[in-house]
């Protein structure tokens, strides 16, 4: 792995949806820079176990496990096509606290990240990790719409 030290650190936040690959590609396509330092950063949601069999939470496991390694090959690759350079990383627990957490920790200068686009009421009940980390980040943040 490459190092960040001296460089501009950026925190993209991915996961499987079309708004993450969308923004990934607003970023390598009309933000990065020469010498970015890019950290890939994926936050799964979370399992309730304790609501079923133990066979029915290994199977989930085994589910969770396979999608992030998915999500992270095909990102991986991703940066290798664009010339970035960082690494991935998953972290787990409420994907905005954990997302400006991260960001704060590795000293980014800049978080980028899709949104779903949801309606107010939606947003009202269920959140927004966008809106939390625009709320909450210590630095700016890039929320890719399409």
């Not at 993450?20 to 176990?49: E, I, N, Q």
């Not at 095909?74 to 957490?101: L, S, W």
Request: charged content about 30%.
């Amino acid at each position: 792995m490459a190092s960040s030290e001296g460089k501009r650190v950026v925190v993209v936040a991915v996961d499987d949806s079309e708004f993450a690959s969308k923004a990934f590609k607003f970023y390598v396509d009309d933000v990065k820079k020469d010498g970015d330092y890019v950290f890939l950063l994926h936050v799964p949601d979370s399992l309730d176990l304790s609501l079923g069999s133990p066979t029915t939470a290994d199977k989930a496991l085994r589910e969770l496990k396979a999608n992030v390694e998915a999500i992270e090959k095909k990102y991986t690759q991703e940066m290798e096509n664009h010339g970035c350079n960082g690494r991935f990383k998953t972290a787990h627990g409420k994907p905005g606290e954990v997302i400006c957490d991260i960001a704060k920790h590795e000293k980014a200068e800049l978080i980028v990240v899709g949104t779903r686009g949801l309606g107010v009421v939606r947003r009202t009940f269920l959140g927004s990790v966008s809106d939390y980390i625009v709320q909450h980040a210590h630095v700016p943040v890039l929320v890719c719409r399409h």
